[in-house]
Every structure is written in structure tokens, then in C-alpha cells.
């Protein structure tokens, strides 16, 4: 389980409290999620050193990549195009079909929107029926307390959630993390 679009040490606390595996920040200026490096520093070193980081990024090249992947101590990148760094997460965005090859490493499915991420739009997750890399793929994009079920079905990896959370962009509501814990470990 990945939430995602972090930008407050009380929301990753509590993140983790409820056993969350991975959270995620965004480094892509256009979102309403953006977070500095410097704040996601300032985070990470208050939590424990085993904590899975990812970092989220956009239009970065790999040297900056790299670069906020070490100042912040992020354990993952996850990237939009094919790049030469350790522990990526590669992102796919999905409109009516999947990729042909994908990366060998983990993987998360997104809707094709016009603003990348926390859309709260799915895709079609009757095409996943078949795809070979579900076992290392994180669905996102409208996923929620609503529709986790349907997503559980087909076995993915994980999930990754940001808008279905929140009270506002940027800000995680408490009661709706814990009521999507509650159904995703009753689901199982």
C-alpha cells in the first residue's frame, strides 16, 4: 500500500501507524502536493530508517533525480520514462490499453489525465485480467474505499492512493486513511 502526495509529518505518522508500506512525495512544481527537498529531509530523518520513501517525479532529469534522491534519503524514484536508477518505481499512464514491455522492477498503472497523479480518475481495470507484471504493479487513479474490492480481485501488488484521502490537495483526512485500512485488510 502506497499513499502518496504527502507534504506533513503528522500525515505520515499517522500514515504509518496504520501500517501504510510506502509514502510517497511529490517533487513536480505544477502539482498542489509539490514538496521541497529540503521539507521531505526534515521528514524523513524523524522517521524510521526503514521507512519506504519514494520520491515522485515528473520532468526531472536522472542527474537531478539522483541528486533529491540523496539529499532527502528516498529509498525509490518513481519516474514516467525509462531511466538508469537504482530502486525505481516506473510509471505507466494508462488510457485503453496496457504497455507491451515493462520495466522489470515494480511498476504502478495510472490513469492518462490531463494533470499527472490525483486525478481520481481510473482506467479500465478489466484490462488487467491478463497482464503478466500484476504481481509487481501498483494501481492508482480512483482507487478507493469504494472500489478497492474491485481492484482486489486481481491481485495487484499494491495500491497507491492520494486524492481519495485527503480534505483538501495536500492535506490527508484521518478518518477516511483509516476507514480505507479497515476495508483493504477486510477485503484480503
Same mark, same amino acid.
Given at each position: 500500500?502506497? +499513499?502518496?502526495?504527502?507534504?506533513?509529518?503528522?500525515?505520515?505518522?499517522?500514515?504509518?501507524?496504520?501500517?501504510?508500506?510506502?509514502?510517497?512525495?511529490? +517533487?513536480?512544481?505544477? @502539482?498542489?502536493? +509539490?514538496?521541497?527537498?529540503?521539507?521531505?529531509?526534515?521528514?524523513?530523518?524523524?522517521?524510521?530508517?526503514?521507512?519506504?520513501?519514494?520520491?515522485?517525479?515528473?520532468?526531472?532529469?536522472?542527474?537531478?533525480?539522483?541528486?533529491?534522491?540523496?539529499?532527502?534519503?528516498?529509498?525509490?524514484?518513481?519516474?514516467?520514462?525509462?531511466?538508469?536508477?537504482? @530502486?525505481?518505481?516506473?510509471?505507466?499512464?494508462?488510457?485503453?490499453?496496457?504497455?507491451?514491455?515493462?520495466?522489470?522492477?515494480?511498476?504502478?498503472?495510472?490513469?492518462?489525465?490531463?494533470?499527472?497523479?490525483?486525478?481520481?480518475?481510473?482506467?479500465?481495470?478489466?484490462?488487467?485480467?491478463?497482464?503478466?507484471?500484476?504481481?509487481?504493479?501498483?494501481?492508482?487513479?480512483?482507487?478507493?474505499?469504494?472500489?478497492?474490492?474491485?481492484?482486489?480481485?486481481?491481485?495487484?501488488?499494491?495500491?497507491?492512493?492520494?486524492? @481519495?484521502?485527503?480534505?483538501?490537495?495536500?492535506?490527508?483526512?484521518?478518518?477516511?486513511?483509516?476507514?480505507?485500512?479497515?476495508?483493504?485488510?477486510?477485503?484480503?
Amino acid at each position: 500500500m502506497k +499513499f502518496c502526495g504527502m507534504t506533513n509529518l503528522e500525515d505520515v505518522f499517522y500514515s504509518l501507524d496504520l501500517g501504510v508500506d510506502f509514502i510517497g512525495f511529490v +517533487f513536480y512544481k505544477k @502539482s498542489p502536493r +509539490f514538496i521541497k527537498p529540503q521539507e521531505v529531509k526534515n521528514i524523513l530523518k524523524q522517521l524510521p530508517k526503514d521507512t519506504k520513501s519514494v520520491g515522485v517525479f515528473i520532468e526531472e532529469n536522472e542527474n537531478e533525480i539522483i541528486s533529491i534522491m540523496d539529499y532527502c534519503g528516498l529509498k525509490y524514484a518513481q519516474v514516467y520514462n525509462d531511466l538508469n536508477i537504482q @530502486s525505481t518505481i516506473r510509471a505507466y499512464r494508462i488510457k485503453d490499453t496496457l504497455p507491451d514491455k515493462v520495466y522489470d522492477g515494480l511498476i504502478l498503472l495510472d490513469s492518462l489525465t490531463a494533470q499527472v497523479g490525483g486525478s481520481a480518475q481510473k482506467f479500465d481495470w478489466s484490462i488487467l485480467e491478463d497482464f503478466c507484471a500484476i504481481d509487481r504493479a501498483f494501481i492508482a487513479g480512483g482507487v478507493s474505499l469504494d472500489n478497492i474490492e474491485a481492484i482486489a480481485k486481481h491481485k495487484p501488488y499494491g495500491v497507491d492512493l492520494v486524492s @481519495s484521502l485527503e480534505s483538501f490537495p495536500g492535506k490527508k483526512d484521518p478518518v477516511k486513511m483509516k476507514n480505507f485500512i479497515d476495508k483493504l485488510r477486510s477485503t484480503k
